[in-house]
């Protein structure tokens, strides 16, 4: 079956079965890697991707449902040769850890970002809470995504 689908502004067409899930179509079909497995399970948030505008867990998006979707992964932020603010700020407060969950987190991150650009602790939670992380206990996640906020407000949003 052919789909086709907007991925980090470039227009996709591809031939997919119809049980491909999304996830399995970015990995493997376009070789952006960023996005990971976790659970398979839409628990863990490892796979978070934005979809329409709205986070998603890719394990559990068909890619025939994502026919006509605009998607961002991780790799369509920031720049060429440039860090988004997010990504920039994960990095710098030291939240990034084993790294496996961080591009769903800072994927979620940036749709609450997107949404509340003043993020209260409990904002953040909430915002963050479908992703799963094992190592950082969560303060520096926090701590980074009201840092890249503050970059953001002050300026630093190419690319966002």
Not at 22 to 29: G, K, N, P, S, T
Not at 78 to 98: D, M, R, T, Y
Not at 141 to 159: F, L, Q, R, T
Request: a neutral charge; hydrophobic letters at 35%; proline letters at 3%.
């Amino acid at each position: 079956m052919k789909i086709s689908l907007t991925v980090n502004g470039e227009k996709r067409e591809l031939d997919v079965k119809p049980e491909t899930r999304l996830l399995d179509l970015i990995r493997d079909d376009l070789g952006l890697t960023g996005t990971k497995e976790g659970c398979g399970k839409g628990e863990c948030g490892a796979c978070t991707v934005i979809m329409n505008n709205k986070v998603v867990a890719s394990c559990l998006v068909l890619a025939p449902q994502a026919d006509g979707a605009d998607i961002k992964t991780i790799e369509g932020l920031g720049g060429k040769n440039k860090l988004h603010p997010l990504q920039q700020s994960f990095i710098e407060k030291g939240a990034v850890q084993c790294g496996f969950c961080i591009p769903g987190m800072i994927m979620s991150s940036k749709k609450l970002l997107d949404e509340n650009i003043n993020p209260t602790d409990e904002d953040i939670k909430r915002g963050l809470s479908g992703n799963i992380c094992r190592c950082t206990g969560y303060v520096k996640i926090i701590d980074a995504v009201k840092d890249a906020a503050h970059k953001i407000k002050s300026g630093g949003e190419e690319n966002v």
